[in-house]
């Protein structure tokens, strides 16, 4: 093993996991940063490459591993100290010409090689989980740093990029994967002494290094909610989710309980029963959803939003010009004579033309809905009085009519237990805090790629 551990100047290195378009086709190497290997050590993978700038490595006293979350937003997940190097993890071969760059490249892998040769996790090594000697592979650099501290988060802590009084003039960084913070640095001096004091040297919000401990289970039963929407790329198509929920609400029996199970609990509003000839229409006056119920006369106006936002525009007020007020002041009242419109109090206005037609004169037996993943970024005060209603609450009450429809063991149900079977799976994506299912997919590949080398090893 070379050298022992460092001493840095106090510098700060972030290091963004599960963010980039590669780990749509490979396994992604920072897999690793989260477990411990079978030797009860702590390594950790630097993205893009593994590698460390070689004139910033010896600076670095903390990692702290972060992920993004939505927005401006990201989520510290874990921090590493008491880093050793490891041979080869620093770009030094970078700067070599073309002649001298092959043969440094082969003595990066030559160094790697023999020290990531005795890491295993599951039982196997490091070097062939990743495929490290596979022809034309061109990844060199398995392990960047050995941990002799690593520390999981208690609770979520988040980095709010938007908030200028934590974060100061540092912007979000959009496309890199390792950002550098230091402790002298002109407008960096903010989010330094916040990720210092207010984070890394707050003992309350790290675990012990006890319970930072996991190793990889190949054992582990991991859920795959892999579904025909990732098949045919729709896995984040709204007008699908919409088409799903208006396929299952047409159902007055699935109706009135999702209305008691999931709607009445968010509002706190009280929603008759339905009758049989409730309307349950798709796209009317381009409202996603809408629950007509001439009978009970009560009304659902529901909005479905995924990836998308909260349209809003700017219309003019009916006001008429002042011809005795000058340029300037005509200027400052110009903000005045526009209004900001919400999508959503347009289709509130087109709602109430449809109930005054069915009969349905009382505003307060309308009541509006909009459903969003609990990853979304849209704010309660966006939504101009709808109330809310999350995928996960969403997704509790469909594994349960799940669960009930199995359970009834008869042929008719078949085809409905398979279509929403893969109605729960598509909705989990979206009752996840996170954007992506990246992590997920990640250590499932994990797992079978250490299962494919046990079998193949017994074969």
């Known amino acids: 093993m070379s050298a022992s551990s460092q001493h840095g100047d106090g510098t700060i290195l972030m290091v963004f996991m599960f963010r980039g378009d590669y780990l749509t086709n490979e396994l ?16 950790i993978y630097v993205n893009p490459r593994g590698y460390v700038n070689e004139k910033k490595y010896g600076k670095i006293d903390t990692i702290l591993l972060v992920r993004h979350v939505k927005d401006f ?20 071969h970078l700067s070599h010409d073309n002649i001298k760059y092959n043969q440094a490249l082969k003595d990066t892998k030559k160094k790697q090689n023999n020290e990531c ?19 034309g592979d061109k990844q060199y650099v398995l392990v960047t740093y050995e941990a002799g501290d690593f520390r999981r988060t208690k609770k979520n802590e988040y980095i709010d990029f938007k908030n200028k009084e934590i974060v100061g003039e540092a912007e979000m960084p959009r496309q890199p994967l390792t950002v550098y913070y230091y402790p002298k640095k002109e407008n ?56 799903w929920f208006h396929y299952y609400l047409k159902n007055i029996s699935i109706l009135n309980s999702f209305a008691k199970e999931v ?8 929603i008759d029963k339905f009758s049989a000839k409730t309307e349950v229409l798709r796209e009317k006056e381009r409202i996603d959803l809408l629950v007509i119920d001439a009978d009970s006369k009560q009304m659902l106006v529901i909005e479905n939003k995924i990836k998308s936002g909260i349209n809003r ?8 010009q002042d011809s005795g007020k000058n340029k300037k002041d005509q200027d400052e ?20 033309g449809i109930a005054r037609e069915k009969g349905i004169l009382d ?97």
Request: charged fraction near 30%; include cysteine; aromatic fraction near 12%.
């Open 28 to 43: 992604g190497h920072e897999i690793i940063n989260l477990f411990d290997a079978d030797d009860g050590k702590h390594y």
């Open 73 to 92: 937003q990201v989520e510290i997940i874990a921090k590493a100290s008491k880093l050793r190097l490891f041979n080869g993890a620093t770009d030094v």
């Open 117 to 135: 040769n005795s890491i295993r996790y599951g039982g196997k090594k490091l070097v062939d989980i990743f495929g490290f000697n596979t022809p």
């Open 188 to 243: 960096g001096e903010k989010i330094y002494a916040h990720l210092l004091k207010k984070i890394i040297e707050d003992d309350t919000k790290w675990e012990s290094k006890k319970n930072s401990q996991k190793k990889i289970k190949i054992d582990e039963e991991i859920k795959d909610n892999f579904n025909y929407l990732n098949i045919i790329g729709k896995a984040d198509d709204e007008l699908a989710f919409s088409n």
């Open 263 to 270: 709607l009445s609990m968010n509002g706190a509003v009280k």
């Open 313 to 320: 525009r700017k219309k003019a007020k009916n006001q008429t």
């Open 333 to 352: 009242m110009e903000e005045e004579k526009t209004e900001d419109v919400c999508q959503l109090a347009g289709y509130r206005k087109s709602a109430q």
């Open 363 to 459: 505003v307060n037996r309308i009541k509006y809905y909009i459903f969003l993943p609990n990853y979304s970024t849209i704010r309660k005060e966006d939504c101009c009085g709808y109330n809310i209603v999350k995928y996960d609450e969403i997704s509790k009450f469909f594994e349960k009519e799940l669960n009930a429809i199995t359970s009834a063991q008869n042929s008719q149900y078949y085809f409905d237990c398979f279509v929403m079977a893969q109605f729960v799976k598509a909705l989990c994506r979206h009752k996840s805090s996170y954007p992506d299912s990246l992590f997920e997919d990640n250590y499932r590949q994990f797992i079978e790629r250490i299962k494919e080398l046990n079998s193949s090893d017994r074969n």
